[in-house]
Structure formats: structure tokens, C-alpha cells
């Protein structure tokens, strides 16, 4: 999952959105660096990453990607998964993206300095640059991929993957559609105790 679908999977509290969102910033074991609440968010995410990795639906998305583009697969599927659940965002959250990013924004913004890791650096240019509300077209999916292969040692090219997006989108949110729903389930088991 990737930073859409992450905030959007998140809890009611403040602590829940921060672990969720921070979880692709912070790396190894929590001991005690932040509170609580943010660690059980981490967590969430974690958890969230493993059941994804897991999922039937998901495996069969990435084999779609993985003769072109190998181990990157994972990552494209990520960020292709942010593209379909922000284009059809209503759908799924009964508001629009733009009135759910306004809200969680500002919770995020009432905490800037509790932000753990990079995202602390990373989350301002998100929110500016409209990362999340670019993920609904298929130029935003481009660009943000084409970040990613900047960060990656070997240049990797992962732009190139959008053409998936035109050529094989039927299949793909095929895909998408039979796990999206149990990773929400999953998400509200987490958060009951379950």
C-alpha cells in the first residue's frame, strides 16, 4: 500500500494517522522512540504491508507487472494502488478526495512537530505539491513513479510502467477490487483487537 491508501486506512485519532502515514519513514524496531499510540499506528502499518504482501488479488496484480519490471513490481503495484482507490475515492469513502485530504491535512498539520523521520521533510511537500490528489490521473501516477526511480540507485525507469494503467487497467482493477474491501476489513479487525 502507499501513502493514499495508508492515510485513508488510518484510525480516528491523531496518533493512528501519524503511525500510518509514518510507516514507510520509519524503519527497524520501535523500542520506545515515539509514543505509544504512534508505534501501534507503525504497527497497523506493518501489518497492513504483511497482509497486502499476502493477498491473493495482489499477487495476481503484480505477476501482470513483474515480466517487464521484476522486483519493482511491488513497488509500481503500490503506487498504482494509491491511482485506483483516489480515482474512484467517493466510491469507497462516501466524500470526496479533496474534502478527505483538507481534513486529514490538518490534523497532520496540528502535529508537524511530531512527525517521526523524514516524514517530517517529506509530508510539506505532499501536501503542497498535491502528491496524493495527483494519484487519480495517470500523468500524476508518471510523475510520481519517476520520482521514485530518481531515489532508487539504478534509475530504474518505473515511469514507464504507467502504460499498464491504458493496456492492462481492466485487469488490474479487477484485481484491485477483490482486495481493496478485505484490506479494509483487515484494517477495522486491527484497530477492534482482533
Known sequence: ??????LFLAGEDDDSLIGNIAGDFVKGPLADRYTVEIRKGIQEHRRIDGFTDAHPSVGAFRRVLVPEHGHYARVIADVFFDHFLASRFEEYAGESLDAFLLR???????N??????ALGVVYPLMRDQRWLQSYATI???????????????????LQLATRH?????????LHFRAFFPDVVAFANAIRSGA
Do not use: C, K, W, Y
Not at 500500500?1 to 495508508?6: D, F, I, R, V
Not at 500523468?139 to 525507469?157: N, V, W, Y
Not at 494503467?165 to 482493477?173: I, M, Q, T
Open 112 to 117: 508537524l512537530h511530531r512527525l517521526p523521520g
Open 104 to 110: 486529514t491535512f490538518a490534523r497532520l498539520d496540528a
Open 165 to 173: 494503467l491504458v493496456d492492462s487497467r481492466d485487469e488490474l482493477e
Open 1 to 6: 500500500m502507499n501513502h493514499l491508501a495508508h
Open 139 to 157: 500523468d500524476g501516477i508518471h510523475r510520481a513513479l519517476s520520482g521514485i526511480s530518481r531515489r532508487l540507485s539504478r534509475r530504474p525507469q
